[in-house]
């Protein structure tokens, strides 16, 4: 069986890249595939996220309302089964388990007792740990599989190293107690840490990677430890194994990035012989262990950063997947899907009616017709069944279709008095109750969304001619603005020249004349909006050519730097400044990133 982890930095993005869902799944072609920082809250799981045919998924989201942490994180496990619900195969677990405190149990009215071995953390520490969504555990009969996704901490935010170092203790204690208990583990998820010096590009490790880097190292049989890292264990020397990649850096095109996805093994192997003292799960069942690179964002014969590659979007997530081979894995008891699969979710499944609500609704159906017979039609069946309802039985004849005429006629006349925001379209349907000798109709308005207008005139709107009348009655309003002043019929009668060869009456002459005055007054509107144009058009050139004589060139290369804003929370908020275009790569390298940094001259404006 082949497992796979991959930080697919979004769930939604990557299945938007692939087409679907099982399109994405399958390209993986694993029996057992975890994924990390989904983005997605749990309201928002529907089928089309969650569920692809074959496979059984199990998900984790955030449940916290922290600033910045809504929709954040989030892991799945999506299994690859033949049957869901009778089945012998080790993909399909027997078990799944939200979170690994053991408080998250969805469905029960009252909280779920601590995991055993985590006695010294409270309730609360627990369930802020779990909160974040970062785990799946899932019961494989001969394994226990934990997806994670690790925390990040940089060296300054003390908050978030204090909140890693909790996660990572209490991970580890839950290790330990199924240890205990005989159980094989896999660790497989994007831990957020880079072990050894091979692991990273950087020579300088940061300061906060370092007590992690100890936790990790501990952990693994080297140094005395339980648990194997598997991509070591089969490639132990290979250098520049990254899985992950600055995503703002086109680090990528030097393969300049971290291994910090990995897979983790420990306990003994299937084998019943009992005197083979050197055997263990990784030796005797772990076929092969890599990464697979073809799902990196920057591929050969992608631009160049500094050839204008900056401003190319690469499609992909910034990490890369790794991949485990198993063999001699047994099948194990018969067993169906565990109810904490997303097929189990209210919003993939729909809600279940009860008997109860059926009965209910059809009790409601029989009172409501015995008050009256309610039939609701739109404006065309009515007209189409008129004759009809003039001759229902009980009702007197002509007084119905009387009634309904008189009744639509006061209706649409008022209607039309207070129509303004609403819709005829909208008032279409009726309400006709049919009971007794009386008919009754009712409208419903709904009123009509109006379409939003823009505040902000365009310089065009500044030279248009006025569309108001040159008699300037009807509004009220004053014309004298862009309006042309035209000689009335007597002054052309009594004191302008008719030539003899101009046909038509003197009416028709002097909307000739007004036509000619008003063609040339176009041709003078238009030549000066083109010379608008044209010079707004030249400033803008020159902005242009003054922003980039301001970029500075960057000492290594003496090529324009790109300009950049500070993001991060501080006292340089929203200051600019100018770094290096090339791609960062190892400092030998003299075609990559040379390290140039400047601020830019002016402050950002305090708040």
């Not at 969504?133 to 226990?144: E, K, L, S």
């Amino acid at each position: 069986m082949k497992i796979v982890t991959y930080n697919v930095n979004g769930l939604r993005p990557r299945i938007a890249q692939f087409g679907s869902l099982p399109k994405l799944l399958n390209s993986l072609d694993a029996d057992i595939i975890c994924v990390q920082e989904t983005k997605l809250r749990r309201q928002e799981l529907t089928a089309d996220l969650v569920m692809a045919e074959g496979y059984e998924s199990f998900f984790s989201c955030t449940r916290t309302s922290e600033r910045g942490r809504t929709g954040y994180s989030g892991v799945a496990t999506f299994c690859r089964v033949k049957s869901a619900f009778s089945s012998d195969e080790v993909a399909l677990p027997v078990a799944a388990e939200e979170g690994f405190t053991g408080l998250l149990e969805i469905g029960k009215g009252e909280m779920a007792a601590a995991a055993e071995g985590l006695e010294e953390f409270s309730k609360d520490e627990l369930l802020k740990v779990d909160g974040e969504g970062r785990c799946i555990i899932t019961d494989h009969g001969h394994f226990v599989l934990f997806n994670l996704y690790g925390p990040r901490a940089v060296c300054d935010d003390t908050e978030r190293i204090e909140f890693k170092l909790k996660f990572f203790k209490i991970l580890q204690k839950r290790w330990e107690s199924l240890l205990l208990q005989g159980r094989r583990i896999f660790v497989v998820g994007d831990l957020n840490i880079a072990p050894t010096s091979l692991d990273r590009c950087d020579a300088e490790p940061e300061f906060e990677n370092n007590q992690f880097r100890r936790w990790f190292r501990s952990m693994l049989v080297e140094n005395k430890g339980s648990f194997f890292d598997v991509f070591r264990a089969k490639h132990p020397n290979r250098r520049e194994a990254y899985t992950c990649w600055p995503q703002n850096t086109g680090a990528e095109e030097f393969n300049y990035g971290s291994r910090i996805d990995h897979i983790l093994c420990a306990g003994s192997c299937l084998h019943q012989e009992q005197d083979l003292q050197s055997h263990n799960f990784v030796t005797c069942h772990v076929k092969e262990c890599d990464i697979l690179t073809q799902y990196k964002r920057w591929k050969p014969g992608n631009s160049l950063r500094w050839k204008g590659g900056q401003s190319i979007k690469l499609e992909g997530s910034d990490h890369a997947p790794v991949y485990t081979s198993l063999l001699e894995i047994p099948s194990v008891f018969q067993h169906s899907t565990p109810s904490l699969s997303a097929r189990y979710i209210p919003m993939v499944r729909g809600l279940q009616q009860t008997l109860v609500s059926v009965l209910m609704k059809r009790q409601t159906a029989e009172q409501v017709n015995s008050d009256g017979d309610i039939i609701k039609e739109s404006c065309s069946e009515r007209e189409r069944s008129s004759s009809d309802h003039c001759s229902t039985p009980g009702v007197p004849s002509g007084n119905s279709c009387s009634s309904s005429s008189q009744n639509f006629e006061l209706l649409s006349s008022k209607t039309n008095e207070h129509s303004n925001g609403f819709s005829m379209e909208d008032t279409c349907n009726t309400l006709v109750t049919l009971g007794g000798q009386r008919t009754k109709t009712m409208w419903s308005i709904k009123p009509k969304k109006k379409a939003k207008r823009s505040s902000q005139l365009s310089l065009r709107s500044f030279f248009q001619k006025s569309s108001i009348p040159s008699n300037g009655v009807g509004n009220g309003t004053d014309t004298s603005t862009n309006q042309i002043d035209v000689p009335d019929s007597n002054h052309l009668s009594n004191e302008t020249p008719i030539p003899e060869n101009q046909s038509g009456s003197p009416k028709q002459r002097e909307l000739n004349s007004g036509a000619s005055i008003e063609d040339q007054d176009e041709v003078d509107v238009c030549s000066l909006e083109k010379e608008k144009n044209s010079f707004a058009l030249m400033e803008w050139q020159r902005l242009q050519q003054v922003m980039q004589n301001s970029i500075p060139l960057c000492k290594g290369h003496r090529e324009p730097c790109v300009a950049r804003v500070v993001r991060k929370r501080g006292a340089n908020f929203g200051r600019r400044f100018y770094v290096c275009a090339r791609a960062e790569g190892p400092a030998s390298n003299p075609e990559a990133n040379c390290n140039y940094f400047k601020w830019a001259a002016s402050k950002p404006r305090q708040k």
